[in-house]
Each structure stands twice: as C-alpha cells, then as structure tokens.
C-alpha cells in the first residue's frame, strides 16, 4: 500500500524538479550568450518533461488496475 502512495506522491516533486530544471538550464544559457529568450525555450522544455512524467504515472496506475495489482481490499498489507 505504501509503496504505491510513495511512487505516486513524487510526482508533483518530479514535475517542479523537471521546469525548475528547464528554466534554470535556459537561464544559464541566457546569460552565456546574452540572449532573452532562452529561459522561455528551458521552461517550455521542464513543462513538456514534466507533463510526460505525469502521462507516465497515469499510464502506470493504469496498467497497474487493469492487472489488478492495486491496493484493494488489504488492511495487512500483505501482497496478493
């Protein structure tokens, strides 16, 4: 049970971690060349990776109930 709260709780961490990233890489490269618009290019890169970690996970979660590996029913917290 924990397992899978702990893999779908880090998303959101995935996601700052990934634009925070793209902004930062494009805001260094701004200051390397001295140009303005390559922050914008960094964000919209850390978005895009973001939004795939997201379709990701949904396509885990997905997969996961369609297997019927889920957390269910199970209050001990033994596998099925």
Do not use: C, H
């Amino acid at each position: 049970m924990w397992r899978s709260a702990l893999r779908f709780s880090a998303v959101g961490l995935e996601m700052g971690i990934a634009v925070a990233l793209g902004y930062g890489a494009g805001w260094w490269l701004d200051t390397k060349f001295g140009t303005s618009y390559l922050k914008i290019v960094g964000l919209l890169f850390g978005i895009a990776a973001s939004f795939m970690t997201l379709v990701r996970v949904a396509r885990d979660l997905s997969r996961m109930e369609r297997d019927g590996e889920g957390d269910g029913d199970q209050s001990n917290g033994e596998p099925k």
